[in-house]
C-alpha cells in the first residue's frame, strides 16, 4: 500500500524567488518511483519531475530540483528563480517499479506567484 | 509526443442517466486509468486496467464501471448517475513502469 501526504494546501512566493513544496510518503514497495505533476489552469496535468527511488542522485529538471531524502520517506520539491507561469496546483505521486503498479498522489498544493 | 483524447470537457446529464466518458490514447500503452480529482481530496482513482478486457478496482469503484475492448480505449460507465458523481474526470495512461503517466484534459461533469 502507499500514502502520500502534502500537509500543506496552498503557498505563495514572489516572482524570482526559491519555494520548496513538501511531501511525505509511505510505501511498502522495495523499488518504487517519485513523481511531481503541475495542473495550470487549463487543467492538464503535465510531468515536472521524476525521482527512481534507488538512485541516490537527486533528481533536476532546469529550475526544478527535488530532495529526495529516503530513510524519512521525503519529496520536496524546489522551484528556483520563480515565474509567473509557475503558478497551478503541484501534485505529488508515488507509484511502484512493479508492472502492474498504480499511482498514487496526495491532496496537492496551490502555489501563486506574486508578481 | 504521447496523446490522450477524453470525448468531452465539459458534460451535463441528469440523475439516473446512463453516462459514458470515452478515453483514447495513441501510444500503444497497456496501462490506462480513470481518476476523478475534487477540491481537497486530490486526485482518486476509480478503476484501472492493465490490458484489454481486464480491469480493477481503485479505490473509489462504487457506482462505476468500466469497458476496455481495445487496448487503445478505456471507457467509464457511470450506470445511475448521480449528484454526487459531480466532478472533475481524469484519464492516464502509460508503457513501460518506468515511464511517468500522461493525462488528458479532463472531463467536468455536472449531474443535475
Known amino acids: 500500500a502507499q500514502t502520500v501526504t502534502q500537509s500543506q494546501p496552498e503557498m505563495s512566493v514572489q516572482e524570482a524567488e526559491t519555494v520548496t513544496l513538501s511531501c511525505t510518503y509511505d510505501?511498502?514497495?522495495?523499488?518504487?518511483?517519485l513523481f511531481w505533476y503541475k495542473q495550470p489552469p487549463s487543467r492538464q496535468m503535465i510531468l515536472v519531475i521524476r525521482?527512481?527511488?534507488?538512485?541516490?542522485q537527486n533528481a533536476t529538471e532546469n529550475r526544478f530540483s527535488v530532495n529526495f531524502q529516503k530513510a524519512a520517506k521525503s519529496f520536496s520539491l524546489k522551484i528556483s528563480d520563480s515565474q509567473l507561469g509557475d503558478a497551478a496546483m503541484y501534485f505529488c505521486?508515488?507509484?511502484?517499479?512493479?508492472?502492474?503498479?498504480?499511482?498514487?498522489f496526495g491532496k496537492g498544493i496551490t502555489l501563486s506567484v506574486r508578481p | 509526443d504521447v496523446k490522450v483524447t477524453q470525448s468531452s470537457r465539459y458534460l451535463v446529464k441528469r440523475t439516473g442517466e446512463k453516462v459514458f466518458l470515452e478515453c483514447v490514447q495513441d501510444?500503444?500503452?497497456?496501462?490506462m486509468f480513470w481518476y476523478r480529482q475534487d477540491p481537497g481530496l486530490g486526485l482518486r482513482l476509480i478503476y484501472f486496467?492493465?490490458?484489454?478486457?481486464?480491469?480493477e478496482k481503485g479505490d473509489i469503484p462504487e457506482g462505476y464501471s468500466v469497458s476496455r475492448e481495445k487496448k487503445e480505449r478505456f471507457s467509464l460507465i457511470l450506470e445511475s448517475a448521480s449528484t454526487n458523481q459531480t466532478s472533475m474526470y481524469l484519464c492516464?495512461?502509460?508503457?513501460?513502469?518506468?515511464?511517468?503517466?500522461?493525462f488528458g484534459d479532463g472531463t467536468r461533469l455536472s449531474i443535475l
Open positions: 501510444m500503444d500503452h497497456e496501462n
Open positions: 486496467s492493465y490490458d484489454v478486457k481486464m480491469k
Open positions: 510505501t511498502s514497495e522495495s523499488d518504487y518511483y
Open positions: 505521486a508515488s507509484r511502484g517499479a512493479g508492472a502492474n503498479s498504480k499511482l498514487t
Open positions: 525521482q527512481e527511488a534507488y538512485k541516490q
Open positions: 492516464a495512461s502509460f508503457g513501460q513502469f518506468n515511464q511517468p503517466q500522461h
